[in-house]
């Protein structure tokens, strides 16, 4: 019997489950949108009903007796307020909702860093301060947390990728003196592990419900985008993933931590390697003001990629750009405009292609090793016009990402605490 280890990725519209031979290869996967149980994506109770369905489906297509461990990614900075028994006191605060309290701002902003992801709005350490003040407050959890606590029935744990905007010192791997400076009550936040390590096994109401054995492991998780990352397979510094979606989004592994907050930069560890990375506000949403997808399809048909246009693009849809340039006021640059609409894609194409060898070699300039190889995702990944461009201006191996799911990248993380713990 070859065992298998499950990954669960819970997002912003549903949950997704996979299950991974100990070669990587996907022993099978299931997906269920949350808003099958209700229109609220924000109630916990559907979050775990998405879960539960995943998990059931995914279960009843493979041999659930040889599963040996579980783990669990969650959407990044999404806090969860839960009593002492893990039940939900509040609905959470999500990854992109922002904690409107200067003066919960202003403290952060005075005791924290400058280079600590626990700043803005949005970060966890917002949310956990604007959170403790609630009645019979026994812990804050990230998502992921919540949800590998009603495996395990352990609501004190968390990992180090998902500590992260909640102010965790992922160098020192402590909870630093400054959150207590901050008014934070440090009881409240929970104890931190490696991404991968063993918390537990699951409870015997789980392993009943799920028809599994009572001694899987339940392992230590990470976030929505740690997880995808590691689904591509990427593993050694140098590796670069470059996500094509509707923001140009770039990620390369580090031997050492980068720490720039004027570029929105800092650093997930990985065990004793780092994944730094930033995100450009160009990309495919620029793209679709100009062209709907269909006629960006013909379009790219037509386009030589071994030429170039001569075009000097920088296209962002709006002034401002954050990463590989910090300039709020950056004006987009989409002109001369060709006559030809092919040629003007071909420019724009160009253009982000530019942008994203501008940013592995900002990583590079901050601390970063050089690029070795890329991986793509999202899907400006499918356009053969584009990926020819991209691989030109770059000038290293690509890639194929051998997964683009977060479940699979959470799933190594399974098959790493199994292996570790003698379970694969």
């Known amino acids: 019997m070859t065992p298998l280890v499950v990954g669960i990725d819970i997002g912003t519209s549903g949950a997704r489950a996979v299950a991974m031979r100990r070669d990587f290869s996907i022993a099978g996967q299931a997906a269920v949108r949350l808003d099958r149980f209700g229109q609220n994506p924000r109630q916990p109770l559907i979050w775990w009903q998405a879960v539960q369905a995943a998990l059931a489906e995914l279960l009843a297509g493979i041999d659930r007796t040889a599963v040996r461990a579980v783990a669990v990614d969650g959407t990044s900075g999404t806090l969860l307020p839960v009593d002492s028994a893990g039940r939900p006191l509040a609905e959470p605060l999500m990854y992109n909702d922002k904690v409107d309290d200067a003066d919960i701002l202003a403290i952060i902003a005075r005791k924290a860093p400058e280079a600590s992801a626990a700043h803005g709005a949005t970060s966890g350490l917002a949310k956990a301060l604007w959170f403790q003040q609630l009645p019979g407050i026994g812990r804050m959890l990230h998502q992921a947390d919540w949800i590998a606590g009603n495996l395990s029935g352990r609501f004190d744990v968390s990992d180090e990728n998902n500590a992260l905007k909640t102010g965790y010192d992922v160098e020192a791997r402590r909870w630093p003196d400054w959150i207590a400076a901050t008014g934070m009550r440090m009881d409240l936040l929970p104890r931190i592990v490696e991404p991968g390590d063993v918390t537990g096994t699951l409870t015997a109401t789980m392993a009943d419900l799920f028809g ?30 470059t996500a094509l979606g509707s923001s140009l989004t770039i990620k390369i592994l580090s031997d050492r931590p980068i720490s720039a907050p004027r570029f929105g930069i800092y650093s997930h560890r990985l065990g004793d390697i780092w994944l730094a990375g930033g995100a450009s506000n160009s990309g495919g949403k620029v793209l679709a003001q100009h062209f709907p997808l269909a006629h960006i399809i013909e379009l790219s048909a037509a386009i030589d990629p071994t030429t170039e246009t001569g075009l000097d693009y920088y296209p962002l849809g709006t002034p401002g750009e954050r990463f590989p340039i910090a300039d709020p006021a950056l004006p987009p640059r989409l002109s001369p405009r060709p006559a030809d609409d092919a040629d003007y894609l071909k420019a724009m194409l160009e253009g982000m292609a530019s942008i994203e060898a501008l940013g592995y070699g900002r990583l590079a300039e901050l601390g970063a090793p050089a ?52 379970l694969a």
């Open 371 to 422: 690029l070795t190889s890329v991986r793509s995702v999202g899907g400006g990944a499918a356009n053969p016009a584009w990926t020819d461009i991209r691989q030109r201006k770059l000038g290293v191996a690509f890639l194929p990402a051998l997964s683009d799911e977060a479940a699979a990248g959470t799933a190594r993380l399974a098959l790493k605490g199994a292996n570790n713990a003698g």
């Open 212 to 241: 599994l054995s009572h001694d899987v492991a339940v392992v230590a998780g990470t976030t929505d985008g740690c997880a995808s990352f590691l689904a591509t397979g990427a593993a050694a510094a140098g590796d670069g993933v």
